[in-house]
């Protein structure tokens, strides 16, 4: 993806460059990535997105299951 940014490309298929992601992960990105600013969603709208409320389709709730913190 880094490579399409340097090269000036601002339209790429976001599920080929991240082709292991959920479903709800990728409109989340989708939403987050908006090249224009008032498309894009605030950081209080992408916490509120389901993705971050579906812990079994995202894996989010098990990777913070296993953070440690010192």
Not at 10 to 16: A, D, H, I, P, V
């Amino acid at each position: 993806m880094q490579n399409l940014v340097l090269e000036g490309q601002t339209e790429f298929r976001l599920g080929e460059a991240c082709e292991h992601a959920s479903a709800l992960s990728l409109e989340l990105m989708r939403k987050m990535f908006a090249f224009d600013p008032a498309r894009r969603i605030s950081a209080t709208e992408a916490l509120a997105h389901e993705y971050f409320q579906t812990p079994d389709e995202s894996g989010f709730q098990a990777e913070l299951e296993t953070l440690t913190f010192p």
